[in-house]
């Protein structure tokens, strides 16, 4: 598998509701980041499915290389 597109070298901050399911980018080519659109097709890279445990501010990673995917555990301050 190649190296993911880094999107930014920063978290997105995304307000999520209780139960509801995310798609995360882990390409880092969607258009739509932190969110999957689709561009990954073709490659090995797939959609993250994450479900917000509680309604809060989440802090999704940018720059796809988090060990705690799909959200930011500051990998982005190594690269």
């Known amino acids: 598998m190649s190296d993911p597109v880094i999107a930014q070298k920063a978290p997105y901050s995304i ?19 932190p969110f999957c659109d689709g561009a990954h097709k073709g490659s090995d890279f797939r959609p993250m499915e994450w479900t917000a445990p509680k309604t809060r501010k989440a802090h999704f990673c940018g720059c796809k290389h988090a060990v705690n995917k799909p959200l930011c555990d500051g990998t982005h301050g190594k690269i």
Request: proline content about 0%; aromatic content about 16%.
């Open 15 to 33: 307000d999520v509701e209780a139960g509801q399911t995310y798609w995360w980018c882990s390409c880092g080519k969607s258009a739509n980041q």
